[in-house]
């Protein structure tokens, strides 16, 4: 039972929004708590070598894409733009948009402080002439740009189909918020994952090496070492199945047998079977994408899609 969701007031480490979204969730029937608490340090490595197995063709196919059609981003955009990345981690396919379009700035946001740091000094050093401006932050909650970038017309970058792990009534209010942030003259280059094969997409939610695994187990480790929390880790299976009715990936953590544990002083209870729904990854089709995108206040401009429709890149411009 959820007793209180204040941070306890003798533990000033504590993330206050990381306590309430995690207590809160543990708090529900059936439990659940959002996917942005994933990316510590660690859990950011273990997504960065996620994107390289076999098993998981979203980010190369989302790469292969950005290099491919960079004359055609830079005729779409246009020079001097200043690139807003939201969610930039690695910034690993950003250099591919940054030589196509000659942006003016370069500002990638991310939760993961010491990991966007690392990030944008590489991609500093790899663009000596441009100015790289981080901002540590969630996307999900209000945020403010740098002032060097004020009057520049603006570039939305969200790659990697994160707008997938959103319901869609909050995917709708995602991207509304980033149409306020970037303004009348702005444009969003967005990656979405397509509906496909269903053996597929479960294999690429739970790969043979057990990395996305340790991923989703990794959320338990720092509930457990930055809220007091004592969960056994071995308690605990990584779970990804498919929810056909609503086109989404699912990733649990399912209790391997009845549990007793606590979080911050506050005591919770699982049976056996019972899951922690930590993530899903929701798919579109062609024609949803572009009414997702609408109701969002974007007005889809142009596509480009692999061979096999698996993964599409959409720009779109403020409507």
């Not at 901002?135 to 002032?147: C, I, K």
Request: aromatic share 8%; charged share 25%.
């Amino acid at each position: 039972m959820l007793l209180t969701q204040d941070a306890p007031k003798n533990a000033r480490s504590i993330d206050p929004a990381f306590y309430h979204d995690i207590v809160t969730g543990l708090s529900r029937s059936p439990k659940a708590t959002p996917p942005t608490w994933f990316y510590d340090r660690r859990g950011s490595e273990l997504f960065e070598a996620i994107t390289d197995l076999p098993e998981y063709y979203p980010t190369r196919t989302e790469t292969a894409l950005l290099e491919r059609h960079g004359a055609d981003f830079a005729a779409a955009v246009g020079a001097g733009r200043a690139v807003v990345e939201f969610g930039a981690g690695s910034s690993r396919k950003t250099p591919h948009l940054l030589r196509a379009i000659a942006p003016a700035a370069y500002v990638p946001i991310d939760i993961s402080g010491d990991f966007l740091h690392a990030s944008s000094a590489a991609l500093a050093a790899a663009f000596p002439g441009l100015p790289v401006l981080p901002v540590v932050g969630d996307f999900n909650r209000p945020l403010a740009l740098p002032a060097a970038i004020a009057g520049m017309s603006r570039l939305g970058f969200f790659p990697g189909s994160t707008i997938g792990n959103m319901e869609p009534d909050a995917a709708v209010d995602l991207l509304r918020a980033m149409r306020r942030l970037l303004g009348d003259e702005a444009k969003l280059l967005i990656g979405m994952d397509r509906i496909k094969d269903r053996n597929r997409l479960i294999a690429a939610y739970d790969d043979a090496q057990g990395v996305t695994a340790a991923f989703n187990l990794n959320l338990i480790e720092r509930i457990n070492r930055e809220l007091e929390g004592d969960l056994p880790i071995d308690g605990f299976a990584h779970r990804a199945i498919w929810n056909d009715e609503k086109a989404r990936i699912e990733m649990h953590l399912e209790a391997r047998r009845p549990l007793h544990f606590h979080v911050a002083g506050q005591c919770f209870h699982m049976d056996s079977g019972e899951t922690i729904h930590t993530e899903s990854s929701h798919k579109y089709g062609a024609r949803d994408q572009r009414l997702l995108l609408r109701a969002g206040g974007w007005e889809p401009t142009a596509e480009w899609t692999d061979d096999e429709g698996l993964f599409a890149l959409v720009l779109a411009e403020a409507g």
